[in-house]
Protein backbone atom coordinates (compact mmCIF):
# COMPACT_ATOMS: atom_id res chain seq x y z
CA UNK A 1 0.00 0.00 0.00
CA UNK A 2 0.91 3.35 -0.98
CA UNK A 3 2.18 6.19 1.62
CA UNK A 4 -0.50 8.66 0.49
CA UNK A 5 -3.66 5.56 0.36
CA UNK A 6 -3.01 4.80 3.67
CA UNK A 7 -2.90 8.37 4.93
CA UNK A 8 -6.24 8.56 3.21
CA UNK A 9 -7.70 5.14 4.49
CA UNK A 10 -6.98 6.24 8.20
CA UNK A 11 -8.43 9.79 7.64
CA UNK A 12 -11.53 8.12 6.24
CA UNK A 13 -11.69 6.47 9.47
CA UNK A 14 -11.34 8.73 11.78
CA UNK A 15 -13.77 10.67 10.14
CA UNK A 16 -16.21 8.44 10.32
CA UNK A 17 -15.71 7.79 14.22
CA UNK A 18 -16.25 12.07 14.13
CA UNK A 19 -19.81 11.06 12.62
CA UNK A 20 -23.08 10.21 14.94
CA UNK A 21 -24.10 6.74 14.62
CA UNK A 22 -27.63 6.88 12.37
CA UNK A 23 -30.14 7.99 15.03
CA UNK A 24 -32.37 5.17 16.28
CA UNK A 25 -36.03 4.15 14.54
CA UNK A 26 -38.13 3.00 17.30
CA UNK A 27 -41.18 1.55 15.61
CA UNK A 28 -44.36 1.71 18.32
CA UNK A 29 -45.35 -2.37 17.58
CA UNK A 30 -41.77 -3.18 18.35
CA UNK A 31 -42.95 -2.53 21.88
CA UNK A 32 -45.78 -4.14 22.03
CA UNK A 33 -48.22 -1.46 20.60
CA UNK A 34 -51.16 -2.86 18.58
CA UNK A 35 -53.34 -0.57 16.37
CA UNK A 36 -56.74 -2.00 16.41
CA UNK A 37 -58.51 0.83 17.68
CA UNK A 38 -59.22 -0.51 21.06
CA UNK A 39 -56.28 -1.82 22.54
CA UNK A 40 -54.66 1.22 24.93
CA UNK A 41 -51.28 1.58 24.19
CA UNK A 42 -50.21 4.44 26.56
CA UNK A 43 -47.02 2.06 27.85
CA UNK A 44 -45.94 0.61 24.85
CA UNK A 45 -45.80 4.08 22.74
CA UNK A 46 -43.90 5.63 26.20
CA UNK A 47 -41.63 2.88 26.50
CA UNK A 48 -40.37 3.83 22.32
CA UNK A 49 -40.11 7.04 23.10
CA UNK A 50 -37.96 6.49 26.65
CA UNK A 51 -35.43 4.29 24.31
CA UNK A 52 -35.12 6.54 21.83
CA UNK A 53 -34.26 8.74 23.80
CA UNK A 54 -31.95 6.95 25.98
CA UNK A 55 -29.46 6.75 23.23
CA UNK A 56 -29.65 10.16 22.34
CA UNK A 57 -32.63 10.71 20.55
CA UNK A 58 -34.69 9.01 17.12
CA UNK A 59 -37.77 8.40 15.63
CA UNK A 60 -40.69 6.73 16.97
CA UNK A 61 -42.86 5.54 14.20
CA UNK A 62 -46.75 4.78 14.45
CA UNK A 63 -47.69 3.16 11.44
CA UNK A 64 -50.38 1.12 10.36
CA UNK A 65 -53.84 1.75 12.38
CA UNK A 66 -55.41 3.36 14.75
CA UNK A 67 -53.47 3.67 18.31
CA UNK A 68 -55.45 4.39 21.25
CA UNK A 69 -53.76 5.81 23.91
CA UNK A 70 -53.50 8.17 26.98
CA UNK A 71 -50.93 10.82 28.00
CA UNK A 72 -47.37 10.28 25.99
CA UNK A 73 -44.52 12.72 27.29
CA UNK A 74 -42.05 13.70 24.24
CA UNK A 75 -38.12 13.88 25.40
CA UNK A 76 -35.36 15.60 23.79
CA UNK A 77 -33.79 14.85 19.87
CA UNK A 78 -37.27 13.05 19.63
CA UNK A 79 -39.17 12.94 16.56
CA UNK A 80 -42.74 11.49 16.47
CA UNK A 81 -43.99 9.83 13.20
CA UNK A 82 -47.49 9.44 12.28
CA UNK A 83 -47.49 7.23 8.84
CA UNK A 84 -50.08 7.62 6.48
CA UNK A 85 -53.25 6.36 7.52
CA UNK A 86 -52.14 6.03 11.08
CA UNK A 87 -54.05 7.61 14.14
CA UNK A 88 -52.98 8.33 17.48
CA UNK A 89 -56.20 8.56 19.09
CA UNK A 90 -57.14 10.08 22.99
CA UNK A 91 -58.33 7.81 24.92
CA UNK A 92 -62.30 7.80 25.76
CA UNK A 93 -61.61 7.44 29.53
CA UNK A 94 -61.06 10.56 31.51
CA UNK A 95 -59.73 8.91 33.71
CA UNK A 96 -56.37 8.48 31.84
CA UNK A 97 -55.80 11.78 32.36
CA UNK A 98 -54.19 12.96 35.50
CA UNK A 99 -55.21 16.09 36.91
CA UNK A 100 -52.06 19.00 36.63
CA UNK A 101 -50.94 22.54 37.19
CA UNK A 102 -50.39 23.61 34.16
CA UNK A 103 -49.75 27.32 32.64
CA UNK A 104 -50.22 28.17 36.50
CA UNK A 105 -53.44 26.95 36.58
CA UNK A 106 -55.44 23.50 37.60
CA UNK A 107 -55.54 21.48 34.49
CA UNK A 108 -55.22 17.97 32.84
CA UNK A 109 -52.58 16.33 31.14
CA UNK A 110 -52.64 16.69 27.61
CA UNK A 111 -52.34 14.31 24.80
CA UNK A 112 -49.06 14.88 23.68
CA UNK A 113 -46.71 17.15 25.58
CA UNK A 114 -43.34 17.66 26.33
CA UNK A 115 -41.69 19.57 29.12
CA UNK A 116 -38.21 20.92 29.26
CA UNK A 117 -36.90 19.63 25.88
CA UNK A 118 -34.88 20.48 22.88
CA UNK A 119 -34.87 19.70 19.46
CA UNK A 120 -38.28 17.64 19.06
CA UNK A 121 -40.70 17.05 16.31
CA UNK A 122 -44.56 15.46 14.63
CA UNK A 123 -44.00 14.58 11.94
CA UNK A 124 -45.59 12.49 9.00
CA UNK A 125 -48.99 12.74 7.09
CA UNK A 126 -50.84 10.84 9.96
CA UNK A 127 -53.46 11.98 12.55
CA UNK A 128 -53.39 13.26 16.26
CA UNK A 129 -57.00 12.93 17.51
CA UNK A 130 -58.16 14.31 20.87
CA UNK A 131 -61.62 12.44 20.98
CA UNK A 132 -63.23 15.22 22.00
CA UNK A 133 -66.70 14.90 21.92
CA UNK A 134 -67.36 13.25 25.49
CA UNK A 135 -65.14 16.71 26.80
CA UNK A 136 -67.07 19.12 25.06
CA UNK A 137 -70.28 17.36 26.53
CA UNK A 138 -69.07 18.30 29.81
CA UNK A 139 -68.13 21.47 29.24
CA UNK A 140 -71.24 22.95 27.49
CA UNK A 141 -72.80 21.83 31.19
CA UNK A 142 -70.15 23.39 33.27
CA UNK A 143 -70.15 27.32 34.35
CA UNK A 144 -67.24 29.37 33.27
CA UNK A 145 -65.41 25.83 31.44
CA UNK A 146 -63.40 27.68 29.05
CA UNK A 147 -61.72 30.41 31.68
CA UNK A 148 -58.62 29.49 32.57
CA UNK A 149 -58.10 29.22 36.33
CA UNK A 150 -61.86 28.73 37.17
CA UNK A 151 -62.12 25.28 36.92
CA UNK A 152 -59.96 22.41 36.45
CA UNK A 153 -59.30 22.91 32.83
CA UNK A 154 -59.76 19.99 30.79
CA UNK A 155 -56.57 18.43 28.55
CA UNK A 156 -55.16 20.02 25.62
CA UNK A 157 -54.25 17.87 22.73
CA UNK A 158 -50.43 18.89 22.14
CA UNK A 159 -48.48 20.94 24.32
CA UNK A 160 -44.93 22.31 24.60
CA UNK A 161 -43.83 23.51 27.94
CA UNK A 162 -40.79 25.32 28.51
CA UNK A 163 -39.65 23.81 25.01
CA UNK A 164 -37.06 25.01 22.48
CA UNK A 165 -36.28 23.89 19.15
CA UNK A 166 -39.91 22.28 18.27
CA UNK A 167 -41.04 21.62 14.47
CA UNK A 168 -44.90 20.02 13.94
CA UNK A 169 -45.10 19.36 10.36
CA UNK A 170 -47.24 17.53 7.71
CA UNK A 171 -49.49 16.29 10.15
CA UNK A 172 -53.78 16.86 10.59
CA UNK A 173 -54.55 17.25 14.65
CA UNK A 174 -58.01 17.48 15.45
CA UNK A 175 -60.70 17.53 18.14
CA UNK A 176 -58.90 18.50 21.07
CA UNK A 177 -61.04 18.55 24.11
CA UNK A 178 -59.97 22.03 24.89
CA UNK A 179 -57.01 23.90 22.86
CA UNK A 180 -55.62 22.54 20.00
CA UNK A 181 -51.47 22.77 19.93
CA UNK A 182 -50.20 25.10 23.02
CA UNK A 183 -45.98 26.40 22.53
CA UNK A 184 -46.13 27.72 26.37
CA UNK A 185 -43.08 29.50 27.17
CA UNK A 186 -41.21 27.71 24.42
CA UNK A 187 -38.55 29.56 21.83
CA UNK A 188 -37.43 28.78 17.81
CA UNK A 189 -41.42 26.64 16.86
CA UNK A 190 -42.26 25.82 13.26
CA UNK A 191 -45.70 25.06 12.65
CA UNK A 192 -45.84 24.13 8.89
CA UNK A 193 -48.07 22.35 6.39
CA UNK A 194 -50.68 21.21 9.44
CA UNK A 195 -54.42 21.13 9.18
CA UNK A 196 -56.56 21.30 12.35
CA UNK A 197 -59.69 20.56 12.66
CA UNK A 198 -62.92 20.26 14.99
CA UNK A 199 -66.45 20.62 14.67
CA UNK A 200 -67.54 24.30 14.51
CA UNK A 201 -69.29 24.87 17.27
CA UNK A 202 -66.57 22.63 19.57
CA UNK A 203 -65.79 24.95 22.67
CA UNK A 204 -62.53 26.00 22.89
CA UNK A 205 -60.82 23.91 20.51
CA UNK A 206 -58.67 26.67 19.17
CA UNK A 207 -56.66 25.70 16.62
CA UNK A 208 -53.03 27.21 17.58
CA UNK A 209 -52.30 29.06 20.90
CA UNK A 210 -48.58 30.65 21.41
CA UNK A 211 -48.49 31.36 25.09
CA UNK A 212 -44.98 33.74 26.01
CA UNK A 213 -43.48 32.13 23.27
CA UNK A 214 -41.00 33.63 20.86
CA UNK A 215 -39.74 33.21 17.55
CA UNK A 216 -42.03 31.46 15.49
CA UNK A 217 -43.17 30.19 12.30
CA UNK A 218 -46.85 28.98 11.21
CA UNK A 219 -46.80 28.70 7.91
CA UNK A 220 -49.43 27.00 5.41
CA UNK A 221 -51.93 25.93 8.03
CA UNK A 222 -55.47 25.20 7.45
CA UNK A 223 -57.70 25.85 10.51
CA UNK A 224 -61.10 24.86 10.72
CA UNK A 225 -62.25 25.05 14.35
CA UNK A 226 -64.44 25.80 17.07
CA UNK A 227 -62.69 28.59 18.00
CA UNK A 228 -60.05 31.06 17.51
CA UNK A 229 -58.00 29.86 14.69
CA UNK A 230 -54.99 31.27 16.15
CA UNK A 231 -55.05 33.29 19.97
CA UNK A 232 -51.82 34.38 21.25
CA UNK A 233 -51.46 34.63 25.03
CA UNK A 234 -49.06 35.65 27.38
CA UNK A 235 -51.17 35.41 30.74
CA UNK A 236 -53.92 34.49 32.69
CA UNK A 237 -57.13 36.82 33.64
CA UNK A 238 -55.59 38.77 36.99
CA UNK A 239 -52.88 36.96 36.58
CA UNK A 240 -50.25 37.55 39.78
CA UNK A 241 -47.11 38.29 37.49
CA UNK A 242 -44.46 37.89 36.29
CA UNK A 243 -45.47 36.87 32.75
CA UNK A 244 -43.24 37.10 29.71
CA UNK A 245 -44.05 38.05 26.33
CA UNK A 246 -45.03 36.35 23.12
CA UNK A 247 -42.62 38.00 20.76
CA UNK A 248 -41.35 37.85 17.12
CA UNK A 249 -44.00 35.44 15.77
CA UNK A 250 -44.35 35.23 11.96
CA UNK A 251 -47.75 33.54 10.54
CA UNK A 252 -47.90 33.30 6.68
CA UNK A 253 -50.27 31.43 3.61
CA UNK A 254 -52.18 30.02 6.07
CA UNK A 255 -56.49 29.21 5.41
CA UNK A 256 -59.01 30.05 8.42
CA UNK A 257 -62.25 28.33 7.97
CA UNK A 258 -64.69 28.34 10.59
CA UNK A 259 -63.21 29.47 14.17
CA UNK A 260 -62.94 32.81 15.57
CA UNK A 261 -60.18 34.65 13.63
CA UNK A 262 -56.80 35.46 13.88
CA UNK A 263 -56.43 36.72 17.62
CA UNK A 264 -54.05 38.03 19.95
CA UNK A 265 -55.42 38.26 23.54
CA UNK A 266 -57.49 37.98 25.28
CA UNK A 267 -55.38 36.52 28.19
CA UNK A 268 -52.56 38.93 27.33
CA UNK A 269 -51.07 39.98 31.04
CA UNK A 270 -47.19 39.49 29.37
CA UNK A 271 -48.07 41.48 26.07
CA UNK A 272 -47.46 40.60 23.04
CA UNK A 273 -45.20 42.52 20.03
CA UNK A 274 -43.45 42.11 16.48
CA UNK A 275 -46.21 39.36 15.23
CA UNK A 276 -46.64 39.77 11.55
CA UNK A 277 -49.25 38.09 9.75
CA UNK A 278 -49.57 37.91 5.54
CA UNK A 279 -51.53 36.58 2.89
CA UNK A 280 -54.48 34.63 5.27
CA UNK A 281 -57.43 33.85 3.63
CA UNK A 282 -60.48 33.93 5.72
CA UNK A 283 -63.85 31.90 5.31
CA UNK A 284 -67.27 31.73 7.60
CA UNK A 285 -64.76 32.70 10.01
CA UNK A 286 -66.59 35.23 13.05
CA UNK A 287 -63.75 37.68 12.99
CA UNK A 288 -60.90 38.19 11.18
CA UNK A 289 -58.52 40.35 12.53
CA UNK A 290 -58.83 40.44 16.08
CA UNK A 291 -57.34 42.02 18.95
CA UNK A 292 -58.77 42.03 22.24
CA UNK A 293 -58.28 42.16 26.26
CA UNK A 294 -60.21 43.73 28.99
CA UNK A 295 -58.53 45.32 32.16
CA UNK A 296 -58.70 42.03 33.90
CA UNK A 297 -55.70 40.29 31.77
CA UNK A 298 -53.81 43.45 29.02
CA UNK A 299 -50.49 44.88 28.78
CA UNK A 300 -48.71 46.79 25.63
CA UNK A 301 -49.55 44.93 22.30
CA UNK A 302 -46.78 46.84 19.86
CA UNK A 303 -45.47 46.59 16.60
CA UNK A 304 -48.31 44.57 14.85
CA UNK A 305 -48.81 43.88 10.95
CA UNK A 306 -51.56 42.21 8.72
CA UNK A 307 -51.11 42.21 5.30
CA UNK A 308 -52.11 40.89 2.24
CA UNK A 309 -55.76 39.55 3.81
CA UNK A 310 -58.59 38.15 1.95
CA UNK A 311 -61.90 37.59 3.72
CA UNK A 312 -65.50 36.19 2.81
CA UNK A 313 -68.49 35.77 4.35
CA UNK A 314 -66.62 37.22 7.83
CA UNK A 315 -68.94 38.72 10.48
CA UNK A 316 -66.73 40.98 11.48
CA UNK A 317 -63.12 41.81 9.54
CA UNK A 318 -61.24 43.90 11.62
CA UNK A 319 -61.95 44.22 15.97
CA UNK A 320 -59.24 45.87 18.10
CA UNK A 321 -61.07 46.22 21.40
CA UNK A 322 -60.20 46.39 25.07
CA UNK A 323 -63.60 45.09 26.30
CA UNK A 324 -63.22 41.69 25.70
CA UNK A 325 -65.34 39.57 25.82
CA UNK A 326 -68.00 42.55 25.04
CA UNK A 327 -66.75 44.50 21.82
CA UNK A 328 -68.20 47.92 22.77
CA UNK A 329 -68.75 49.18 26.46
CA UNK A 330 -71.99 49.01 27.90
CA UNK A 331 -72.67 51.39 30.91
CA UNK A 332 -70.54 53.61 32.22
CA UNK A 333 -67.49 54.65 30.42
CA UNK A 334 -65.62 56.55 32.76
CA UNK A 335 -61.31 55.97 32.93
CA UNK A 336 -60.33 53.39 35.44
CA UNK A 337 -56.93 53.42 37.37
CA UNK A 338 -54.06 51.94 35.59
CA UNK A 339 -52.77 48.95 36.95
CA UNK A 340 -50.32 45.97 35.85
CA UNK A 341 -52.72 44.41 33.73
CA UNK A 342 -54.80 47.52 32.08
CA UNK A 343 -54.54 46.96 27.96
CA UNK A 344 -52.21 49.21 25.59
CA UNK A 345 -52.75 48.59 22.49
CA UNK A 346 -50.96 50.75 20.08
CA UNK A 347 -48.23 51.01 16.61
CA UNK A 348 -50.96 48.33 14.76
CA UNK A 349 -50.50 48.55 10.82
CA UNK A 350 -53.36 46.76 8.45
CA UNK A 351 -52.62 46.21 4.78
CA UNK A 352 -54.05 45.29 1.14
CA UNK A 353 -57.21 43.92 2.82
CA UNK A 354 -60.20 42.76 0.49
CA UNK A 355 -63.56 41.49 2.53
CA UNK A 356 -66.79 40.62 0.80
CA UNK A 357 -70.27 39.76 2.56
CA UNK A 358 -68.80 41.12 6.15
CA UNK A 359 -71.80 41.10 8.83
CA UNK A 360 -69.59 44.41 10.28
CA UNK A 361 -66.64 46.53 8.70
CA UNK A 362 -65.06 46.90 12.02
CA UNK A 363 -64.61 48.16 15.97
CA UNK A 364 -61.80 49.95 16.81
CA UNK A 365 -62.49 51.02 20.60
CA UNK A 366 -59.74 51.21 23.74
CA UNK A 367 -60.63 52.15 26.93
CA UNK A 368 -61.09 56.02 28.44
CA UNK A 369 -57.63 55.35 30.48
CA UNK A 370 -56.04 53.93 27.46
CA UNK A 371 -56.82 54.64 24.24
CA UNK A 372 -55.65 52.44 21.19
CA UNK A 373 -53.15 53.98 19.55
CA UNK A 374 -51.34 54.68 15.95
CA UNK A 375 -53.59 52.46 13.76
CA UNK A 376 -52.47 52.39 10.38
CA UNK A 377 -54.62 51.40 7.57
CA UNK A 378 -53.24 51.32 3.90
CA UNK A 379 -55.48 50.18 0.78
CA UNK A 380 -58.63 48.73 2.69
CA UNK A 381 -61.75 47.23 0.78
CA UNK A 382 -64.29 45.74 3.20
CA UNK A 383 -68.07 45.36 1.74
CA UNK A 384 -70.41 44.77 4.92
CA UNK A 385 -73.82 45.42 5.91
CA UNK A 386 -72.50 47.88 8.87
CA UNK A 387 -69.70 49.95 8.71
CA UNK A 388 -67.11 50.72 11.10
CA UNK A 389 -67.21 52.07 14.78
CA UNK A 390 -64.23 53.83 16.20
CA UNK A 391 -63.82 55.04 19.80
CA UNK A 392 -60.85 55.92 22.32
CA UNK A 393 -58.47 55.53 19.31
CA UNK A 394 -56.23 57.33 17.22
CA UNK A 395 -56.65 56.11 13.38
CA UNK A 396 -55.00 56.91 10.89
CA UNK A 397 -55.47 55.67 6.87
CA UNK A 398 -54.86 55.97 2.91
CA UNK A 399 -57.29 54.26 0.14
CA UNK A 400 -59.42 53.26 2.84
CA UNK A 401 -63.04 51.68 0.63
CA UNK A 402 -66.13 50.87 3.00
CA UNK A 403 -69.30 49.88 1.13
CA UNK A 404 -71.78 50.05 3.93
CA UNK A 405 -75.24 48.48 2.82
CA UNK A 406 -76.95 50.87 5.87
CA UNK A 407 -75.58 53.05 8.00
CA UNK A 408 -72.44 55.34 8.30
CA UNK A 409 -69.32 53.71 7.56
CA UNK A 410 -67.87 55.06 10.22
CA UNK A 411 -69.45 55.57 13.27
CA UNK A 412 -67.18 58.29 14.90
CA UNK A 413 -67.20 57.74 19.12
CA UNK A 414 -65.88 59.48 22.28
CA UNK A 415 -62.09 60.86 22.29
CA UNK A 416 -61.89 59.35 18.40
CA UNK A 417 -59.01 61.03 16.39
CA UNK A 418 -59.50 59.69 12.87
CA UNK A 419 -57.32 60.92 9.78
CA UNK A 420 -58.77 58.48 7.04
CA UNK A 421 -58.64 59.41 3.46
Known sequence: MKP???????????????????????????????????????????????????????????SGGVFVSGPIVLKSNVTLDLAKGTTLLGSPDHADYPKKTEFRAAGTQSLVSATNAENIAITGPGTIDGNGESWWEEARKTKNAGVVGAVDFRPRLVVFDHCKHVRIEGVTIQNSPSWQVVPYYTDDTVIRNVRILAPQHSPNTDAIDPFSSSNMIIDHVYADVGDDNIAIKS??????????????????????????????????????????????????????????????????????????????????????????????????????????????????????????????????????????KNVVLKNINIAAEKGMTIAYANVSGSDVHLVIANGEAITKGPAAAIDIK
Not at 27 to 42: C, F, L, Q, S, V
Open 235 to 372: GIINSPGPDSPSTNITITDCDFMHGHGLSIGSEIAGGANNIHAERIHFKGTDQAIRIKANRDRGNHVFNISFKDITMEDVKTAILISEYYPKVLPEGDVAAAPITRLTPFFHDITIENVNSVKSGTAGVIVGLPESPV
Open 4 to 62: TTALSLAAALLLAASLPAAAKVCEARTYGAKPDGTTKNTAAIQSAIDDCAKVGGGTVQL
